[in-house]
């Protein structure tokens, strides 16, 4: 299971703790030492108010030591403290989860902070913000960024704060915050910038135009140099420890080697050809082109900064990535329908691989290659522990990525991506207009997100989840929502640890007055145990959330249930008795978290701000032994 996912389940069940301002609070328990803080997106900035970006920071240590515990994968969610006057709420956090491993329904958080969005770079000049757990419901459009023309390459930070965007018919680089996603600044990057990389480091990013590059510092969005490499298309990669740059130079068929720390170009190396891809890896400390024209890889020694082999392949060879580990690289060579794999310890191809359907881009999870193919739809995979085995076949499976082929790709960027967890890939159907989920195992797709009638050139995924940016430091960043009380809930599976922490989020006097996210709540009652394959009938009541509650049942309610994370969904018919309970028949198809949603145009709710309830399923028992 993809880990993300995973922890909206956890975080789902633990319902507690608050939002605090920058002040840290802290829990001790069992040897370990966490310290919680709200903290303003940059640092001299004054502490974050409602509607504000944020950054939320979680603080590990082993209290013997006072070392930071590393490697760790904690969980939280922030959620509006409600209940009705009188309410009884669960003391403990240990109770909100004993509610979950209970099968109880719980509602919806104000934040997730275990999840992840799948942007899209359309050809229409925007880029589409997509929640992909709500993948089947309003909710799932999160922002649409209008670009001042469209977009040709992006790129985003190692801190996932930043994406850099290409934009030639407008001579500029735009630069999207993600925690508001809007942009914050529009670059001058010269004649037509089509390409964006950022180096290992994140200290700059860079672009490049007709004649040469220009370095940005990234986390300011300020140009730094301007660098005349050379004529017409340009390939970038970069030495692991962010100290050379090698910027190819198609007309010229040269390749420039770039001295980051001083910002000066060092020298340019002939190639007598212009190269379709490009890839550097540490394992031997050298940059790897493919030669399409006279088909081949060259090899240039970083260290000597010259060339010093060449692998020889048919015409045609393009895109040219490494596999997890740097030492086994992929071609493609969509005109022959080949894949090629080969050893960076002796610049030798150790396998060939027939792929119809003109392979053409590469991505790559923990265990698995995938292929994506311009004439087919279906996307190949390749188990990444077969690879090496000089002379062996290549086994190759696939699943289907949409229902018309992707056709040539149109940028640069990519059209497969890994999703967090390293077990899932998205991929972009250009021709369906639309984004598929798949999971490692699967027969098929998971689920697909519609694109709102618009071409995908490249999708991205930005990671939303608690990441570790320093050692036993975990962080996100967030928007915040409306000014109230907040529970916040800290969940660690390893020591298991669930605690809640107490503080509040304060209005912001420059955004006006501000409203929860809907003023009327689903209610369960008690639901029967809930498994797999078996059909059940579900108890709800729809209320109003104010100081008198009272239940309501519009004529036009309506409940949709999803499989997180947006795969199988239904709409379900509802029935409505006399005292207004409302009932509807559920037969999970598969154990798993299933949300469910209530919408109603009389009431005003529409899935982008619809009461929601979480419902765990269990497995099927196994069958009884004759």
């Given amino acids: 299971m993809v880990r993300p996912i995973a922890s909206v389940a956890l975080a789902a069940a633990f319902a507690a703790a608050s939002v605090a301002a920058p002040p840290s609070q802290s829990l001790v328990r069992d040897g370990v030492a966490v310290d919680f803080a709200l903290l303003p997106l940059e640092a001299e900035a004054a502490a974050p108010l409602a509607g504000d970006p944020a950054r939320v920071r979680f603080t590990i240590t082993d209290t013997t030591t006072g070392r930071p515990l ?74 649409m960024i209008a670009l001042p023309g469209v977009g040709a390459d992006w790129v985003l930070t190692p801190d996932g704060r930043r994406i850099f965007v290409a934009v030639p018919s407008a001579g500029k680089i735009a630069v999207v915050d993600t ?93 007598g050809c212009a190269p379709a891809g490009a890839a550097y890896s540490q394992a031997s400390e050298a940059v790897y082109l493919s030669d399409e024209t006279g088909g081949g890889i060259l090899v240039l020694d970083t260290v000597k900064q010259d060339l010093v082999a060449r692998i020889g392949l ?98 640069p960027a990519d059209g497969i991506v890994p999703a967090p967890g390293e077990t899932a890939v998205v991929v972009a159907n250009p021709a369906d207009k639309a984004i598929y989920y798949y999971m490692e195992g699967m027969a098929a797709p998971m689920g697909n997100f519609g694109n709102y009638d618009r071409q995908p050139r490249a999708v991205m995924v930005v990671d939303r989840s608690l990441r570790e940016v320093a050692p036993g430091i975990y962080e996100t960043t967030v928007n915040l ?96 008795a006399r005292d207004d309970t409302l009932t509807v028949d559920f037969a999970p198809p598969e154990p798993g978290v299933y949300y469910f949603y209530a919408s109603s145009p009389s009431l005003g709710l529409a899935l982008n701000n619809a009461p929601c309830l979480i419902v765990r399923v269990g497995e099927s028992p196994p069958p009884a032994a004759k």
């Avoid at 962010?242 to 980051?260: E, G, K, P, Q």
């Avoid at 929860?516 to 078996?534: D, F, K, N, Q, S």
């Fill in 70 to 143: 590393a490697r760790l994968h904690p969980a939280a969610w922030f959620s509006r403290r409600g209940g009705r006057p009188g309410e009884a709420r669960p003391q403990t956090a240990a109770e909100k989860v004993q509610e979950l491993l209970g099968g109880s329904i719980f509602s919806q958080a104000e934040l997730d902070l275990n999840t992840f969005r799948v942007l899209a770079l359309n050809d229409d000049a925007t880029i589409t913000v997509v929640d992909p757990l709500f993948g089947f419901g309003g909710t799932k459009l999160l922002a």
């Fill in 314 to 411: 048919e015409p045609g060879v393009s895109e040219l990535k490494f596999a997890p580990g740097d030492r086994f690289g992929f071609v493609a060579n969509p005109t022959r329908d080949r894949v090629y794999v080969f050893d960076a310890a002796t610049n030798r191809v150790v396998q060939r691989a027939r792929i119809e359907g003109g392979p053409e881009q590469f991505a790559f999870s923990g265990d698995m290659a995938f292929v994506r193919r311009r004439g087919t739809a279906n996307v190949g995979m390749i188990p990444l522990q077969e690879i090496g085995r000089e002379g062996q076949a290549v086994p190759v499976a696939e699943f289907t990525g949409g229902e018309a082929p992707f056709g040539a790709r149109t940028s």
């Fill in 481 to 576: 929502p409306a000014a109230g009380d907040y529970d916040a809930v800290f969940y660690l599976d390893a020591p298991r640890i669930a605690h809640c922490f107490d503080a509040a989020i304060e209005p912001n006097p420059a955004r006006g007055p501000s409203s929860p996210r809907h003023t009327v709540r689903l209610e369960p009652l008690p639901p029967p145990p809930l498994i797999a394959g078996v059909p059940v009938r579900l108890s709800f009541r729809l209320a109003q959330a104010t100081t008198q509650p009272r239940a309501v049942a519009p004529a036009d309610i309506e409940l949709l249930s999803m499989l997180a994370p947006g795969t199988w969904h239904r709409r379900l018919p509802v029935e409505r």
């Fill in 179 to 271: 925690a508001s996603w809007k942009i914050s600044a529009l670059l001058v990057a010269g004649a037509a910038p089509s390409r964006v990389a950022v180096q290992p480091d994140g200290h700059y990013a860079w672009a490049a135009d007709a004649t040469g590059v220009i370095a940005i510092i990234a986390d300011r969005a300020e140009v730094a140099a301007r660098i005349g490499t050379g004529g017409g298309a340009h390939l970038i990669v970069f030495s692991a420890d962010s100290h050379w740059a090698f910027v190819t130079n198609a007309a010229d068929r040269t390749l420039t080697v770039i001295d980051v720390h001083t910002l000066k170009k060092m020298k340019d190396v002939p190639l």
